[in-house]
């Protein structure tokens, strides 16, 4: 296990980072779940880029201090992280491996199940080109640390297709080459802190080492990194014993960081454990689809944590509009769409729900036999109740407004849904066209421009409905055609419906707390304004960001890269007149700003894509 606590000298900070050694309880809980490898240090290796907010969190740096980054931390991350496997093409081709350079502890790579590979029941697959470093705990929370990028395993989907091993860094496969790329982990650390920032859960970038012809190892840290994928290998394998000691570790460690009630009783564990699921992915399926998060889940829980946090940016996007259309192409098969993804999460919750009575019982159920098990209705509650929480901040209502006006005015926020969702999902006239990432089919109108700006024009209007035509014009968006743009009867017969059930919630929330209406309106301005800003990142934003972050990052430095993409988050939650202190001298200041400002300009040119 990782240290208890962490002393403020560098050199119980060294010690910290040493614990993450390779070492962690998954491999003593379930056995037979990992393949285990032995490792090298490498030498090539630069600290990129360390999040210091994270560190601190996690302990691993004192809880107070500046942006510097002394030489002891740089040297205690790079040797608790620079390293590559040592993997079967490896021992076969006789690689020689220099005594100074070997690593006293074994790495593992976990076993989960994952849809691209041919048996579909994870006998082969898990995590193909990453590994887990170990664990730390701190405040009474353990976290986990992988790092991707650290060599190619017999678990990566080339393996099987090809039925032979590889070497690292190959070019016969992308899923079978074993590295991660710098503009990768740049992207993925921009796009994963803004999310933690909006309150959306993740696993965030702890670090980034950069590697020679621009490959790098990402690290990663979270509270509890298991997937549902991993409780599933067991489960289509038929192998009891390894599920129940899978799904036992998953309550521990959400017990031990106050996650998940204690509940002694076997059987009420396993209930607690499916009912905590199914909750979190409701919540989370309907996040995804209110701030616009795709996140490709499927069948095989292998995107996503169980506890229902984000993982693997490279298929992860947040849109600027509603593309309900979008599908990224992952060489054979689509993904699913934004829309899709209720319906994936909802079949991972029946599949949890499997393996709670499979437990009990002893014995494996069929998957159908829970079409009606409770924990869905628990999921489409949870899933309904957040979608209405997550539009009426949208709106803007205070939070005892919020409250009032979902549990006594239901039918007022049905009606203002309907008439969202039909905004939000028109699409335009073009139809299906090609994106670098697959295929989309784009949406021409912007809710959140609408809901920023419609407080401040009823203010100055008096309270009154606009003219249909000015509402369809302040909601177009840059996708919009010349024949979306037009203002048709059916599109204005719609934009009255809406401006009609707003008004009506409106005057609803007012009576419900006994506030004039034009009060209200004024502070609803105020917080549409920052629910909906005008610039939030999207995932080609990330990628931009991180192209340019990458060729301005010898001139940053090390800790000037960290200050921007820490200020970069901090535009995307934070009033924007109220920056961070930045740097500590002219000179720094400039080409921080500099970078800072190009970041937030390719944000706002990419306010509404992918």
């Not at 496997?85 to 994952?114: C, F, K, W």
């Not at 295929?439 to 409905?465: C, F, K, V």
């Amino acid at each position: 296990m990782g240290a208890q606590a962490t002393r403020e000298s560098g050199a119980a900070r060294s010690a910290s980072w040493a614990d993450l050694d390779g070492s962690h309880p998954w491999r003593d809980a379930v056995p037979g779940a990992w393949v285990d490898y032995p490792a090298r240090r490498r030498r090539d290796a630069e600290l990129a880029y360390l999040n210091l907010p994270l560190a601190r969190e996690m302990g691993l740096l004192p809880r107070r201090g500046d942006d510097r980054i002394d030489a002891a931390t740089r040297r205690a991350v790079l040797d608790a992280f620079a390293i590559v496997i040592v993997n079967e093409y490896d021992v076969a081709h006789g690689v020689s491996v220099p005594r100074r350079d070997r690593l006293p502890r074994r790495y593992m790579a976990t076993r989960y199940l994952q849809l691209q590979h041919p048996d579909r029941r994870g006998t082969t697959s898990g995590d193909g080109r990453s590994v887990w470093n170990g664990t730390v705990t701190h405040r009474g929370a353990t976290w986990d640390v992988t790092s991707c990028g650290t060599g190619v395993t017999r678990l990566c989907p080339a393996t099987a297709e090809l039925g032979k091993y590889l070497r690292t860094g190959n070019d016969v496969a992308s899923y079978g080459c074993g590295t991660a790329s710098l503009e990768d982990g740049l992207a993925a650390a921009l796009m994963s802190e803004a999310l933690h920032s909006a309150g959306i859960r993740t696993e965030r970038t702890l670090a980034i080492l950069e590697l020679p012809r621009g490959q790098a190892i990402v690290v990663r840290a979270g509270r509890n990194l298991l997937r549902p994928a991993h409780l599933f290998a067991p489960l289509k394998q038929n192998d009891l014993v390894r599920l129940e000691a899978a799904v036992e570790y998953w309550i521990d460690r959400q017990v031990a960081n106050g996650d998940l009630p204690a509940e002694p009783r076997r059987a009420r564990r396993f209930a607690a454990f499916a009912d905590a699921v199914a909750e979190t992915f409701g919540r989370l399926a309907a996040t995804f689809e209110r701030e616009y998060v795709f996140c490709w889940l499927d069948w095989d829980g292998d995107n996503i944590l169980l506890n229902g946090g984000i993982i693997d940016y490279g298929s992860v996007r947040q849109f600027g509009l509603f593309h309900r259309g979008y599908r990224f192409d992952d060489g054979p098969r689509w993904s699913t769409t934004i829309t899709e993804q209720r319906v994936k999460a909802r079949r991972i919750v029946q599949a949890v729900a499997q393996i709670r009575e499979t437990l009990i019982r002893g014995r494996r159920v069929p998957l159908s036999a829970l079409a009606r098990d409770p924990v869905l209705a628990r999921f489409d509650r949870a899933f309904a109740e957040t979608r209405d929480r997550l539009l009426l901040r949208a709106v803007g209502l205070p939070g005892v407004a919020a409250d009032r006006v979902r549990r006594l005015e239901p039918a007022a926020v049905r009606r203002l849904d309907r008439a969202i969702t039909w905004l939000e999902r028109a699409r335009s006239s073009k139809g299906w066209v090609a994106v670098p990432d697959g295929r989309t089919w784009n949406a021409i109108y912007s809710a959140r421009d609408l809901l920023r700006e419609l407080p401040a024009r009823y203010l100055a209007n008096g309270l009154r409905p606009l003219d249909a035509r000015e509402v369809l014009s302040i909601a177009l968006s840059s996708f919009a055609t010349r024949r979306d743009r037009r203002a048709t009867r059916y599109r204005r017969a719609r934009a009255r419906e809406l401006q009609s059930a707003y008004l009506d919630l409106l005057a609803r929330a007012a009576r419900r707390i006994r506030r004039p209406r034009s009060d209200l309106l004024g502070e609803i301005a105020a917080r549409a304004a920052v629910a909906n800003r005008y610039a939030r990142i999207t995932g080609e934003a990330s990628i931009y960001a991180a192209k340019r972050l990458l060729r301005n990052r010898r001139r940053l430095g090390l800790e000037g890269t960290g200050r921007v993409i820490h200020a970069f988050v901090a535009e995307q939650t934070a009033d924007p007149a109220a920056r961070p202190a930045l740097t500590r001298t002219e000179a720094d200041a400039r080409d921080v700003r500099r970078v800072l400002d190009a970041l937030l300009e390719i944000t706002i040119e990419c306010r509404h894509g992918r």
